[in-house]
Nanobody
Framework: VQLVESGGGSVQAGGSLRLSCAAS????????MGWFRQAPGKEREVVGT????????YYADSVKGRFTISRDVAKNTFFLQMNNLKPQDTAVYYC?????????????????WGQGTQVTVSS
């Protein structure tokens, strides 16, 4: 499975961006798609996830109420809508996938990764 992100860029605080993650194939009956981010000098952290079947979502407290994960089944694409962006949201954002729908959301538990896209929020 190949994942390709797009949609990063630079915005001012309070602005919005939408990231996309296109998956090359979809042969799994169940899976978890996740968005992660890594700021300079910091560990990669989970931003949010969506699982299928069920469509259950999880969001980190730092982005809850501002970020939304969604999916377009027909296009095999996942999205991260980011609103009311803050300078502390500046990071490289990655999409990732795994077959399991249960279990810890640590980066080490995800098997497939995109190349990452830079998001920069200025104050």
């Amino acid at each position: 499975v190949q994942l390709v992100e797009s949609g990063g860029g630079s915005v001012q605080a309070g602005g919005s961006l939408r990231l996309s993650c296109a998956a090359s194939e979809h042969t799994f009956s169940s899976y978890t798609m996740g968005w992660f981010r890594q700021a300079p000098g910091k560990e990669r952290e989970v931003v949010g996830t969506i699982s299928w079947p069920g469509g259950n979502t999880y969001y980190a407290d730092s982005v809850k109420g501002r970020f939304t994960i969604s999916r377009d089944v027909a296009k095999n694409t996942f999205f991260l809508q980011m609103n009311n962006l803050k300078p502390q949201d500046t990071a490289v954002y990655y999409c990732a996938a795994r077959i399991e729908i249960l279990g810890p959301l640590a980066p080490s538990k995800f098997h497939y990764w995109g190349q990452g896209t830079q998001v920069t929020v200025s104050s």
